[in-house]
């Protein structure tokens, strides 16, 4: 059937928000978006990563984040960086290569690591209206690699996207570079509440690379509109430490806006 | 040159680059004319029944909430919104039935506070037209290809998606790299509103934190309102040009507004007004609440100042002041609500 079970010690977004923070390697550059990937990025630069050179597309430039920006383009994303600058200079810097890793969350994404955040149903009359692409589209373009990190199930793991918003790999290998794409490895890693996923090399379809502690392969299958591939081998992702987890509740997120959901 | 892909999105705003620079030469005075006026003045003189609009700022960060407020006022209506970073602007302006058409980058969200009721109603009742879509770069791109007075700008996002097969972007092959490269046009907002820390009477302003896309969208503007938290005397522009965000010349009229982006962010000066979002977000989730609201805000107060006494007055915005400066912790009622 699939087992989730879940340690006490910890909630599946606080958990999401500790294993998302350990692919931002120390001295790489982030373009990070609002919400989860914003949480996991200030808990790297707390941790592991002091030395991350974070941008947000407002035109802030390396800031050593003191408390959650409500916005992108809140002043606190201004808190000791080396620039507020514009969106014009970050977009364009991005464009020509200074963004490592860009960071995104989204509400559907397909089994290429494509992304809506446009509408759910008809373009002209949807079910619901969703914000569009804000930063997103520019990010996974420009970034040399993507990390998604999202709440998994059979509705937001789909087999077709009702509006491709921002690329993954498109339709697959070379998808990318034949729609005129800035060179780079697009999608790189999907993080959810269940577990890591990467993309297979040869059909840049989503494959399972960890299981978050207390998930087996079923119940990521099982919260999934498509198949997922499932290696030979499965690692086990690091569980959130208690420092991480004071970090998150006491420093980076005290009110729980968004570790609270 | 080979034309790819062409976007089925509705071209807001663009004019012929020569069309464009006799409108600059016959309407944007080079002299330094003293601009001050009411918000309500520049509004009814600035800003027609289905003009093009943009407002400046984030969304919800350096928002020209007064002129904002006067449009609404005014009963402004078949508007085109650049939906660009938009959150709380284009929210309320929606919600209050002004708008009819918006070209969406980011749109109907609040980030962290959640997606918009009021304008995503507006957009699934099918009351306001999303006519195109974009991305932020993209519309940013729109506009410094018409700050440079050019037809259009080459870029290297949208491409492969259905963002750009809903946009007013074309894709061709780069005559240079022979690769596809995504051409995005121009826009000239016929009106666009920008919030400031400060201003001359000429126009020439000042701003703190990010200045966003406020450069490009203060000179591709056809016509433009500025609000300033504090007028200040030429002579503090000219002791520290390399302040200057926007110049004199691009600028139609100068309003002095205090706390003119309440219930948004004034970087380095107050934080957001989150209880006041808050009630918006919980009144915008039907119409009866909209109007709730606009009557008790906009409809029952003459200007901005009348409406800063109904938010909760100086007591209020000071705690604002102490938020920003991180020295009072912030709430988010319309978080704890919804837990």
Known sequence: ????????????????????????????????????????????QRTHAPGLLIFFEAGSFGPQLKALPISVGDSRTLHRAISASSMHDLMSISQAGFVDYGFLGGAQMDSRGNINTTVIGDHALPKARLPGSG???DVASFAHRTLIIMRQSERSFVGKLDFLTTPGHLDGPGGRQRAGLPVGDGPYRVVTQLAVYDFDEGTKRLRLHSLHPGVDVAAVQKNSGF??????????????????????????????????? | MKVLQEGTGKLLGWHDPDEQRLW?????????????????????????DGDYVASGGFGHVRVGMAVLYEIIRQKKRHLKLAGKTAVHDADVLMSAGCVDEVEAAYTFGHELRGLSPGSRRMVQTGRVKVVAEISNAGYQ?????????????????????????????????????????????AAYPD????????????????????????????RCARRLIVTTEKLVDTDEIRSQPDRTAIPYFVVDAVCEVPFGSHPCQMPQDYYFDEEHIAEWLAL??????????????????KDFAGYLDKVGGAALLERLRRIERYEEPMVAPWCTAER
């Open chain 2, 191 to 218: 009106a666009v509103f920008i919030h400031v820390q400060r201003a001359d009477k000429y126009g020439n302003c000042q701003i703190d934190g990010s200045v966003v896309e406020d450069i490009e969208l203060s």
């Open chain 2, 284 to 301: 915008s989730k039907s119409d009866q609440g909209v109007q709730e609201y606009l009557d008790k805000y906009v409809f029952s107060v």
């Open chain 1, 1 to 44: 059937m699939g087992s989730t079970s879940q340690d006490p010690r910890y909630t599946p977004t606080e958990l999401l928000a500790c294993v998302a923070s350990g692919f931002l390697e120390d001295g790489c550059s982030v373009f990070v978006g609002t919400g989860l990937p914003l949480i996991a990025t200030m808990l790297a």
């Open chain 1, 135 to 137: 930063g997103a589209n």
């Open chain 2, 24 to 48: 600059v030469h016959e309407h944007k005075t080079r002299e330094l004319v003293d601009k001050r006026c009411s918000v309500s003045e520049a509004v009814s003189r600035l800003i027609q």
């Open chain 2, 141 to 185: 791109w729109r506009f410094l290809a018409g700050m440079m007075g050019l037809p259009f700008i080459p870029a290297r996002n949208l491409l492969g998606t259905d963002t750009l097969r809903y946009s007013s972007a074309k894709v061709i092959e780069d005559p240079f790299s022979g690769k596809p490269i995504c051409l995005i046009p």
């Open chain 1, 227 to 261: 198949s997922i591939l499932v290696p030979e081998r499965v690692a086990v992702s690091p569980a959130p430490t208690a420092e991480q987890l004071r970090l998150l509740r006491e420093v980076i997120d005290p009110a729980g806006i968004v570790i609270g959901k």
